[in-house]
């Protein structure tokens, strides 16, 4: 069982909006940024955002973030078919010496 | 241009100690703020981080595997080393490293294509 609690899955049609969530602990996400990845199947997985709000180079600015206390989400505005894959947030936990939790991940379904 | 490959043994027995080696280029672990991690994922389920090495050798683990898990680096090959000792059926999964991007740790910006070890007798 994950840190860091999500979804087992969410579905849009294209051209939707859609988030997912991100619960965890005042250890993790409650002081640390949250970063979001997307894995489609079968390739490693793609860092999405970081620093809470950045997106590394060549990420769609479909992509966001946002976080409220212990809690995040991200955001994928204009759905397309090609974002069907696994999202998952990360963060620096700082309990136990410091180390990364993941969440269990998000299955996007593109209807 | 940033790469990492991950490498190692395909099938380890149960009880057997893992070694993967994560080779890299296009950065040096020995600059100031560089850090590499390792990541797994057993097939079909989530990530799940293992443990990362600084520039300085700092070394962090996860808390459930701590007792298990050893961290290296060799800068002058461009290396971090991985093992894992006392492997079960459980720990079959496709491991992973990768480099952070940003401050966190957990922005990790660059990953290799994971090499897939599987335990079995």
């Known amino acids: 069982q994950s840190v860091l609690t999500q979804p087992p899955s969410a579905s849009g049609t294209p051209g939707q909006r859609v988030t997912i969530s991100c619960s965890g602990s005042s250890s993790n996400v409650g002081s640390n940024d949250v970063n979001w990845y997307q894995q489609v199947p079968g390739t490693a997985p793609k860092l999405l955002i970081y620093s809470q709000s950045q997106r590394p180079s060549g990420v769609s600015d479909r992509f966001s973030a946002s976080k409220s206390g212990t809690s995040a989400s991200l955001g994928i505005s204009e759905l397309r078919s090609e974002d069907e894959a696994v999202y998952y947030c990360?963060?620096?936990?700082?309990?136990?010496?410091?180390?990364?939790?993941f969440g269990g991940g998000t299955k996007l379904t593109v209807l | 241009q940033i790469t990492l490959k991950e490498s190692g043994p395909t099938l380890v027995k149960p009880t057997q100690t893992l070694t993967v080696t994560c080779t890299f280029s296009g950065f040096s672990l020995s600059t100031d703020g560089v850090s590499v991690a390792w990541i797994r994922q057993p097939p079909g389920k989530a990530l799940e981080w293992l443990a990362l090495i600084y520039w300085n050798d700092d070394q962090r683990y996860s808390p459930s595997l701590k007792n298990r898990l050893t961290i290296t680096k060799d800068t002058s090959k461009n290396q971090v080393v991985l093992t894992m000792t006392n492997m079960d059926p459980v720990d079959t999964a496709t491991y992973y490293c990768a480099k952070r991007l940003a401050s966190s740790s957990a922005s990790l910006g660059y990953w290799g294509q994971g090499t897939l070890v599987t335990v079995s007798s």
């Open positions: 990360a963060v620096w936990d700082d309990s136990l010496d410091g180390h990364v939790v």
